[in-house]
């Protein structure tokens, strides 16, 4: 087993107070009114509201190794009550609101919650019975409320009778996050104050730019440790300042508001600004599309001339006058301050990423997972390699095991050393096995390779690989995510295991394909529009030769199967991190794709 000499602070508790030590009066967390405004609350106002729910929780009990969860969506009383849990030495176990009741009441038992708080009455009411069935839970109270029943009160019973702090040793476990799996139940992902303190230290050393004046825009969800260790418990290490998100349909118009110079997303983010951008080109045209294309152009010209060391006065004018015109148009749509971002979840696609690079709006690729809190390799400011996701981030070693992959294979499955590594499923000891290796180290299930540098190529899934009938490996998730960029695709899952051939479920931009029928006066209704050939082979197509300049002939899909029901987690096909439950969606649509591979 291996020893790792930590950083401090080696604890969430300490992390916290040193910040509130250090920077009473910097804002912290920023959260939408009714009018539409955001209003600020400093460290030493939040610091406050931990103490006095610390107090509360202790008047209920909760003590060292008890567990403490929440139904609610990124809000102050979401990191209130975390600090508030760890400073009592329990354990956080954070949920999505967004969730089916049967999984809401398997976590809590599996967990064995004491305290549950809810954000809203409305899921209260779903909840309250949980009370009776589940035999570790004592209360539930609400967040959006008053009276006995509210979070508030809790707040208040600890005003007036207040509990220091207690400091965790680095390795209790600070919560459990539970990772919503593609099959069966979740599994609670135990993670320690060492985990997600060493995660976000080692994030931080990334990015020697950030300082307490860097400002984010929440987007990403705290109940999955992504958003925890990139974004809260960083911001929170620097005496910096996040604005709240008020819903994933509102992010363009809240970067405007909170005008973040740094942001933590998802490739799914950046895509959807990439793909408007596209759209809205192509609609304007004239003058704004010539601008637009000769940038675009002048920014490679840019790139291969700097390679060369050289540099061209016309290319460089051409890019200046795009750049004023209209990148920066684009730049002040996401805030006009933005000097970096991170992405993680899913590999960025390397155009689109040079392409934010290019207009100054620099994506640094990352890579991690749950159970390493979830960190693993980051490109950095100062040392990052585009179609890479980095290199492992201090005090982590990345190894590739190749006697996982097929004979000649330059790639292998990641395996991972490091503080990072969550310390067991909850509950689930055959589990742990599976993936921990004898010496400490977690296998990820993903394949990848290292350069001569050490920055990491993530090449697919070891699960996710399919093998053709012809015995030729498939990697279909980088091929979906390219297939995605097509102006008429909003997701697509390629399928053709065992099988002589590929084909490709699509799921149309519904939007897209109802502006071209009303170009070109055809009828407006989805399954009739999908039936017409016209639309299937302007979709088709377009996918084969997007898929032709990258990938081989036989990875390809010959046929294609049109939905016009999308993947959503209320439909059961994406995870709470938006990734594709794979067989659950060739389960729903079994029929169609035998249809396809009995048509001659």
């Known amino acids: 087993m291996h020893i790792y000499q930590l950083d401090k602070p080696d604890n969430l508790v300490a992390l916290l107070e040193e910040s509130l030590a250090k920077y009473p009066d910097n804002l912290l967390f920023g959260t939408k009114n009714r009018q539409g405004v955001y209003e600020w609350i400093t460290y030493r106002e939040f610091g406050k509201r931990v103490d006095n729910l610390r107090g509360g929780l202790a008047q209920l009990e909760v003590t060292k190794g008890d567990a403490v969860g929440i139904i609610a969506n990124n809000r102050v009383e979401w990191a209130v009550a975390s600090f508030a849990t760890y400073g009592l030495g329990g354990r956080f176990v954070p949920m999505y609101e967004a969730e089916l009741l049967h999984v809401w009441k398997y976590i809590v038992k599996d967990s064995g919650i004491k305290i549950l708080f809810v954000s809203k009455p409305e899921i209260f009411e779903k909840v309250k019975d949980f009370t009776k069935d589940i035999s570790s839970l004592e209360k539930i109270f609400i967040i959006e409320s008053t009276g006995d029943g509210s979070m508030a009160a809790v707040e208040k019973w600890g005003e007036s009778k207040p509990v220091a702090s207690l400091r965790p040793q680095p390795d209790d476990i600070a919560g459990l996050i539970y990772t919503s799996g593609t099959t069966g139940d979740p599994k609670g992902v135990l993670l320690s104050h060492a985990n997600l303190t060493s995660n976000s230290l080692a994030g931080i050393k990334k990015y020697p730019e950030l300082n307490e004046t860097a400002r984010t825009l929440a987007i990403l969800p705290w109940a999955h440790s992504y958003g925890q260790t990139a974004e809260l418990h960083a911001i929170i290490r620097l005496g910096a300042s996040m604005g709240l998100a008020e819903s994933a349909a509102t992010v363009a118009a809240d970067l405007a508001l909170v005008k973040p110079n740094w942001l933590v997303a998802v490739p799914r983010v950046f895509n959807r600004i990439y793909d408007g951008l596209q759209k809205k080109m192509e609609e304007t045209g004239g003058l704004a599309k010539t601008l637009f294309d000769m940038g675009v152009a002048a920014a490679q010209k840019r790139r291969e001339l700097a390679a060369q060391g050289k540099s061209c006065f016309l290319t460089n004018l051409k890019f200046k006058i795009a750049d004023k015109v209209v990148f920066a148009k684009v730049r002040e749509k996401m805030g006009g301050r933005l000097m970096g971002c991170m992405s993680g979840s899913a590999a960025m696609n390397p155009d689109i990423a040079q392409f934010f690079f290019d207009i100054g709006i620099p994506i640094y690729d990352c890579y991690g997972m749950t159970e390493t809190s979830p960190a693993i390799a980051m490109n950095a400011s100062y040392a990052y390699r585009l179609g890479t996701v980095g290199q492992a981030i201090d005090k982590v070693k990345i190894v590739i095991d190749s006697s996982v992959v097929q004979e000649g294979a330059t790639d292998g499955e990641i395996v991972v050393y490091g503080p990072n590594v969550m310390k067991g499923y909850h509950n689930k000891p055959e589990q742990t096995r599976e993936v921990m290796t004898g010496d400490g180290g977690i296998r990820t299930g993903d394949r990848g390779r290292l350069d001569q540098d050490g920055y990491l190529y993530i090449t ?57 029928a009303e170009k070109n006066q055809l009828p407006k209704d989805m399954d009739a529009l999908m039936e017409r050939e016209e639309i299937r082979s302007l979709i088709s197509n377009g996918i084969t030769e997007l898929l032709k300049k990258k990938y081989g002939g036989y990875e390809i899909p010959k046929k294609f199967v049109f939905l016009t029901e999308n993947f959503t987690l209320e439909n059961g096909l994406l995870t709470q991190t938006m990734k594709l439950k794979r067989r659950v969606v060739v389960d729903r649509f079994k029929e169609h794709i035998e249809a396809q591979y009995a048509k001659k």
């Open 460 to 516: 697919g899934r070891i699960k996710e690989q399919f093998k053709l009938e012809n015995g030729k490996f498939v990697f279909p998730a980088a091929m979906e995510e390219d297939i995605c960029l097509h102006p008429y695709v909003q997701n697509a899952v390629i399928y053709g295991e065992n099988r002589p051939y590929t084909i490709c479920l699509v799921v149309p931009d519904f939007a897209a394909v109802e502006a071209y």
